[in-house]
């Protein structure tokens, strides 16, 4: 249970940065009068991370509610604390409170720091959101 939890969070956290980079790519895309079909394209994809990032925020809440007395009292409140650094778009916080939530059951954050999924964002390997993959 604890390894869902944690999953549907980093999700979300990686789909929230996808949203705010795939805002920022269709902003520029149309500053730059780039085809219909890319446009297209970029909204597809900005629909889809936001359709699924929602879908993993909801997921949280509802694996967290479980009758796990130890998730209840002491991640569901930490994983709180994240989630509202999350919508307040305070990014270093979000990493911190969830660093903090993976480091309790003895795992190690894949980004502890901003910078740190900036690298992982900036490398070539191409990803393709669609919740429809298998």
Do not use: H
Not at 29 to 52: K, N, P, S
Not at 53 to 67: D, F, K, M, P
């Amino acid at each position: 249970m604890v390894g869902a939890l944690a999953g549907a969070f980093v999700g979300q956290l990686v789909g929230t940065q996808c949203v705010k980079g795939l805002q920022m790519a269709l902003v520029a895309a149309r500053q730059d009068q780039a085809d219909e079909a890319r446009l297209r394209e970029l909204e597809a994809q900005l629909l889809i991370a936001t359709a699924l990032t929602e879908e993993l925020s909801a997921l949280t809440v509802q694996i967290g509610a479980e009758r796990n007395s130890y998730l209840a009292e002491v991640v569901m409140p930490q994983l709180d604390v994240a989630r509202r650094a999350l919508m307040l778009e305070d990014d270093d916080e979000v990493l911190t409170r969830f660093a903090d939530i993976v480091n309790a059951f003895g795992g190690k954050p894949l980004f502890a720091t901003m910078a740190e999924f900036d690298v992982w964002m900036a490398l070539d390997e191409v990803f393709v959101l669609d919740g429809n993959l298998k």
